[in-house]
T-cell receptor, first 119, second 115 residues
């Protein structure tokens, strides 16, 4: 249990367009999901915390209007990169917390990541 | 505030040799500590976690780590390296509650295993 998927795994888009990345918890409900960004050979940087039914909480320095996060259901959070530019090219990873009984509340389960390339 | 320092961005060991990846943390609240492994173009897989129970934590794939409060360390070890252990390893810290419960990652250590 506690599987997280992401779609797509890879996406290439043209500069100025928008792209949506989905993060799904497949076998559990996730009231909280997290979005991270990882540049090549670097660590994961938390972008925002996504809460079901409420607005996401963004980390300092992350543009809310550029990285739109929607957590409309207990199993799906989406990250939309608006008006993408080449500098947005990165590896985006989501994670989710499994709040079911028997699961440790502070553990995050990570998706496989989405490689975004903006040309 | 919390932070993690991983000493050594690259570590190379021979197959069968001891693996030691270093992690030191800083946290204003009692921490939870984690080690994750990442293979190329993949997400993170949890190796083990410290949750204030036993200070010596055993994880998957033969890895273990010891929480040493006096040294603020949580080093990852494996007695005998295998070629399949070659990957990127991240140490992370999380506080117990509220905003401190977010994960803060170290910069990672790339483990190379040679024949």
């Amino acid at each position: 249990g506690a599987v997280v998927s992401q779609h797509p795994s890879r996406v290439i888009c043209k500069s100025g367009t928008s792209v949506k990345i989905e993060c799904r918890s497949l076998d559990f409900q996730a009231t909280t999901m997290f979005w991270y960004r990882q540049f090549p050979k670097q660590s994961l940087m938390l972008m925002a915390t996504s809460n079901e039914g409420s607005k996401a909480t963004y980390e300092q320095g992350v543009e809310k209007d550029k990285f739109l996060i929607n957590h409309a259901s207990l199993t799906l959070s989406t990250l939309t990169v608006t008006s993408a530019h080449p500098e947005d090219s990165s590896f985006y990873i989501c994670s989710a917390r499994d709040m079911r009984q028997g699961h440790w509340a502070y553990e995050q389960y990570f998706g496989p990541g989405t490689r975004l390339t903006v040309t | 505030a919390q932070s993690v320092t991983q000493l050594g961005s690259h570590v190379s060991v021979s197959e069968g040799a001891l693996v030691l990846l270093r992690c030191n943390y800083s946290s204003s609240v009692p921490p939870y500590l984690f080690w994750y492994v990442q293979y190329p173009n993949q997400g993170l897989q949890l190796l083990l976690k410290y949750t204030s129970a036993a200070t010596l934590v055993k994880g998957i794939n033969g890895f273990e780590a010891e929480f040493k409060k006096s040294e603020t360390s949580f080093h990852l070890t494996k007695p005998s390296a295998h070629m399949s252990d070659a990957a990127e390893y991240f140490c992370a810290v999380s506080g117990v509650t509220g905003t401190a419960s977010k994960l803060t990652f170290g910069t990672g250590t790339r483990l190379q295993v040679t024949l």
